[in-house]
């Protein structure tokens, strides 16, 4: 029989050996971290980016309720549309709607009549618009 200050230690020791394992499994089956790496969403070549020696960036964001549409329109710049949530759908003036879901983006071209539609009839659209253009200029052009 080993002595009770002794068999103490041995549990303790085989605890903490025991936990210790357990805690170096735990870091195995944990992902490795490190630096985070971009994940290109989109990379498209454009025209009609403003060439002045400033640009203005403008990140704007829309929700569109269940049925809700813009107001029909052009941009005299590039408008890069990223959906957040729900489906985005973009009809442009002699082209096929161009569908745009949750975690996808879409550039929209400059100087096209085009307007913006949520067309479920449940569910609300979340989008991030990102526009580059001369300091001041419009962001669209309303078309009557």
Known sequence: MVPSKRRTHLVAASLVCGLSQLGFAQAQSQPARG???PHELLKQVVTGMPTDSAQEVRVI????RPG???V???HPRPVTVYVLEGTFTLEME????TVVHAG???VEPP???MTGRNRSAKERTRVVVFYV???GAPFLHPIS
């Open 72 to 74: 029909f329109h052009t």
């Open 133 to 135: 253009s001369e300091p």
């Open 35 to 37: 630096p985070v790496r």
């Open 104 to 106: 996808e983006a879409m």
């Open 61 to 64: 964001t829309a929700t569109f």
């Open 68 to 70: 809700d549409t813009t």
């Open 94 to 97: 002699g082209r096929k709607p």
């Open 111 to 113: 100087n096209v009549r």
